[in-house]
């Protein structure tokens, strides 16, 4: 969990706890020290604020899921393997830390808070340009389709992330995440024409 302190971690998994049993309304300082059982001020002293609070789990967050952006550049000789890895890792880690997903996917919390949403925005650039990469890397090695734009499957590819992970959390669990990790790797290894191994036929090409 970065490089949080001890104290700092209990502070940051009360908070998540808060808002993944009763919502983003309900993470204040007051209601993370009782839940900790220690005084407004020493939660203070190492958060001074609702929005350290919430910088910090988009921290946390972002600290976990990097290694998987990060591994799916490297890529393999196997990028339909590499793919799916890269999927049902991310979706691991939502399904550890399930109150990310409506921190992640949800426009309400950042409008109120500027400092935030410019944030997000540059780890979301981030993560895009690190798709990108990979994208522009299978392409040169024509190990999946050329006639689309590499910025283009990053963008689909995260927007189909986002809707998965949304309906995961909306259902209430009911929705198994593992299924729709299964059907979202399906469709865009098929559809951006992903190689299992070497090249791919010569379909579609520029």
């Known amino acids: 969990m970065n490089n949080f302190t001890d104290r700092q971690k209990d502070f940051l998994h009360a908070a998540i706890d808060i808002v993944s049993r009763q919502g983003f309304s309900k993470l204040t300082i007051r209601n993370v020290a009782t839940a900790v059982g220690v005084s407004e001020p020493a939660v203070y002293r190492h958060f001074p604020n609702k929005l350290a609070l919430l910088t910090a789990m988009l921290d946390d967050l972002q600290g976990a899921i990097l290694p998987h952006f990060r591994a799916l550049r490297e890529g393999t000789d196997q990028p339909r393997q590499t793919?799916?890895?890269?999927?049902?890792?991310?979706?691991?880690?939502?399904?550890?830390?399930?109150?990310?997903?409506?921190?992640?996917?949800?426009?309400?919390?950042?409008?109120?808070?500027?400092?935030?949403?410019?944030?997000?925005?540059?780890?979301?650039?981030?993560?895009?340009?690190?798709?990108?990469?990979?994208?522009?890397?299978?392409?040169?090695?024509?190990?999946?389709?050329?006639?689309?734009?590499?910025?283009?499957?990053?963008?689909?590819?995260?927007?189909?992330?986002?809707?998965?992970?949304?309906?995961?959390?909306?259902?209430?669990?009911?929705?198994?995440?593992?299924?729709?990790?299964?059907?979202?790797?399906?469709?865009?290894?098929?559809?951006?024409?992903?190689?299992?191994g070497g090249r791919p036929p010569e379909t579609h090409r520029n």
């Open 83 to 196: 793919f799916d890895g890269f999927i049902r890792g991310l979706f691991e880690e939502f399904k550890l830390r399930p109150a990310y997903a409506p921190f992640i996917f949800s426009e309400e919390i950042f409008h109120n808070e500027p400092q935030l949403r410019e944030k997000l925005q540059r780890v979301l650039g981030g993560n895009i340009a690190v798709l990108t990469e990979s994208f522009e890397a299978l392409q040169i090695e024509k190990s999946c389709r050329t006639d689309i734009e590499a910025q283009q499957m990053a963008l689909i590819t995260l927007a189909s992330i986002r809707l998965a992970v949304s309906r995961w959390h909306i259902s209430g669990g009911k929705v198994r995440l593992k299924d729709l990790a299964n059907q979202l790797i399906d469709t865009l290894s098929t559809l951006f024409e992903l190689s299992p």
